[in-house]
């Protein structure tokens, strides 16, 4: 709007010189004693209303008003603008059809035969040790271990993540010290259709949304590795975040993906995971955070997220 009144206002000024040619009539009244008595101004209307008489094709003239009624067809002309909204139209169609690219695997290596991604490697574990569980004798409570072997950090410190797969999925709730395997379901649907309800509450049937993110860890040379690039170490992984830090991690990628900055693909960027303590009556417990989200091209080097489709980590 400021845009169209500087326009306005710039109109303006180029008809205030034409009106400038007026100013010439106050110079006459300046010397109203002799114009007083010459009184030309109401001669020349008299010539003019002659004119008029004696010319009859005046009329004709008055019939060229007439044809100004075309100039009102001429704002017809909004049907114009129709066709624009339509060119803007067919170009939010477009953008959706790039996130249907189909995912390419990678090619195997020699010996082996047939179709390989990412989903047929062994993945091990990445554990956070918490006050419960069989980890908690062994680590530093509030860190993080990798196939329960190796401690990657000092208790709060961070580690440096890469995600390249997210799966969400809803998880019947066990209580602790159960040790049969939970069942799990791909839909809400499918878990309410079984006799569950969503939630938790001790002993009864119920389930909540779990999610499982595949990572590429940075790790020190103390840690057995057989992925390296630009002087990195890295081990794959496999966390699995519950319904208390879903929303701290799942839902951190689920937003970065869609509506952030790793709309080309998880593997865009790096993550610092840490974790926070926080409690549920007399317990106290570690949850998992993502936080601090850098591009990985930038901090790990150029070519970084090509060599991860290469070696078959991400698909694309």
């Not at 009244?29 to 114009?35: F, K, L, Q, S």
């Not at 410190?157 to 999925?169: L, Q």
């Not at 992925?227 to 319904?243: D, E, S, Y």
Request: hydrophobic residues 40%.
């Amino acid at each position: 709007m400021g845009l169209r009144d500087k326009i306005a206002a710039s109109q303006g000024t180029q008809q205030a010189p034409a009106a400038a040619p007026v100013a010439p009539a106050p110079t006459a009244p300046a010397a109203p004693v002799a114009a007083a008595p010459v009184a030309p101004a109401p001669a020349a209307p008299v010539v003019e209303a002659e004119v008029v008489q004696e010319a009859p094709p005046a009329p004709p003239p008055a019939a060229a008003p007439v044809a100004a009624a075309p100039a009102p067809a001429a704002p017809v002309a909004p049907p114009a603008p129709v066709p624009a909204p339509a060119a803007p139209v067919a170009q939010p169609p477009a953008a959706p059809v790039t996130a249907q690219t189909p995912a390419i695997p990678s090619t195997a290596p020699a010996g082996l035969e047939g179709e390989y991604d990412a989903d047929d490697f062994e993945v091990a574990r990445l554990n956070l040790v918490n006050s419960l569980g069989e980890l908690k004798d062994s680590f530093d409570y509030s860190s993080f271990v990798y196939d329960k072997k190796h401690q990657l950090c000092a208790a709060g410190e961070p580690i440096y993540v890469i995600v390249t797969a997210c799966r969400k999925y809803w998880q019947e709730q066990k209580s602790y010290g159960d040790n049969d395997m939970p069942k799990s379901w791909d839909t809400r649907d499918q878990a309410i259709a079984d006799g569950y309800s969503e939630g938790y509450e001790k002993d009864k049937m119920q389930f909540a949304r779990v999610g499982d993110l595949n990572f590429l860890i940075s790790v020190g040379s103390d840690v057995p590795s057989d992925l390296h690039f630009n002087g990195v170490n890295f081990v794959m992984a496999k966390f699995t975040c519950t319904p208390r830090g879903y929303s701290t991690t799942v839902k951190k990628v689920v937003t970065e993906a869609i509506r952030g900055s790793l709309k080309q693909g998880l593997h865009h960027g790096i993550w610092e995971m840490d974790a926070f303590e926080d409690s549920k009556g007399r317990t106290t417990y570690a949850v998992p955070r993502l936080k601090g989200l850098k591009n990985a091209e930038q901090e790990i080097g150029q070519g970084f997220t090509q060599w991860l489709v290469n070696e078959g980590l991400v698909q694309v």
